[in-house]
């Protein structure tokens, strides 16, 4: 099989029919440890490439099914037309056998939401252009047996959150097992579409616009995983950059006060999200894929404990998490 580099993505695209024709710059991006991605320009033109690994880039063995990255290209065909212009890339080329694609670039301004929160400079417009993206997903997938028909294995969710996140840590934190274990059941439930990777790194913006990248690991679930998931970020944020706490938890209850609208049960929906954002937030520290920015053993040890806190002892409400973050 072809195995994309950049030293040989512009003789690929010279070939391919949708890209020839053309000299392409290629510059490697940061693509998580998942995938090889790459910037392709042309006289203006700017695409990304997109190769699913088999083995992802981490120190512990982390195996996934690369051909997760057709059902991306699916989810964001079927997305385009539903969600606002620009809330996710278009697609230009799909290469089932090389389990590869390439879609449309963001301009050379745009910056991730989670550069722009680790600088502090990050509006809560940003928090509800995302709650808005959430909630239209939700809406247009719960209880639907067609979205569930299309998007209902939950194999690669399974090899690449699940298991990293969940099973891996609780085999570090033994005592713990039995929670890691619900909410693996609760993960599972199957009542909505789940993104699967809701995370701050996974949006684009510029301007009033907010772009959502990596579907890889969509699927039909239980979306209070992917609150949790975007509001772990939030919260490991709080912990690093203090001075900007309020303004994450400002943007935390405004993504959740707009995502509740969309679900028949609000209150069963924050509570669930509760149940996984303490597990998801012990996975961040001792799970398979670390937070990168949060290398002090101090702080660490302080995330762990308020993390079991949240295992053992759920709150009400995620406001009361981001208040009782420990000073």
């Known amino acids: 099989m072809f195995e994309l580099s950049a030293s040989n993505a512009g003789q690929y695209l010279a070939q391919r029919p949708e890209t020839a024709g053309r000299r ?44 997760r990255i057709r059902r991306e290209c699916a989810a964001l065909r079927r997305l385009a037309p539903l969600l606002a212009p620009g809330a996710v890339p278009r697609i230009v080329l799909e290469d089932e056998e090389n389990h590869l694609f390439a879609m449309e670039a963001a301009p050379a ?16 417009e940003i928090a509800e252009s995302v709650g808005a993206m959430t909630a239209t997903m939700l809406r247009q997938s719960w209880g639907s047996l067609e979205w569930e028909q299309l998007f209902g294995d939950q194999a690669a969710f399974d090899q690449l959150r699940l298991d990293p996140y969940y099973r891996f840590t609780a085999r570090r934190h033994p005592e713990l097992a039995p929670q890691f274990e619900e909410r693996i059941e609760l993960a599972r439930r199957r009542r909505a579409l789940v993104h699967g990777d809701w995370s701050p790194k996974n949006f684009l913006v510029w301007g009033d616009r907010v772009t959502a990248i990596d579907f890889e ?17 939030l919260l490991l944020k709080s ?35 509760l149940r996984h954002l303490g597990c998801l937030l012990l996975a961040r520290i001792d ?38 973050i420990p000073s």
């Open 217 to 233: 690991v969509i699927h039909y679930g239980d979306p209070s995983f992917d609150a949790a998931f975007l509001l772990n970020h």
């Open 24 to 67: 392409w710059r290629i510059t490697p991006l940061e693509g998580g440890v998942s995938n090889t991605v790459l910037l392709a320009e042309s006289d203006g033109a700017r695409i990304v490439l997109k190769q699913a690994l088999a083995k992802l880039r981490v120190k512990e063995d982390w195996y996934a099914d690369r051909s």
């Open 287 to 324: 799970g398979k894929s670390p937070v990168e920015y949060i290398q002090e053993e101090g702080l660490k040890a302080k995330i762990r404990s308020f993390a079991r806190s949240l295992i053992l002892r759920p709150p009400s409400s995620v406001a009361a998490v981001f208040a009782s």
């Open 239 to 273: 912990f690093f950059r203090p001075q900007w706490a309020p303004q994450y938890a400002a943007s935390a209850r405004r993504f959740l006060e707009i995502v509740a609208e969309a679900v028949p049960a609000p209150a069963e929906f924050e509570a669930t999200t």
């Open 109 to 124: 301004g745009a910056r991730t939401w989670k550069a722009l929160l680790l600088e502090g400079r990050a509006p809560i």
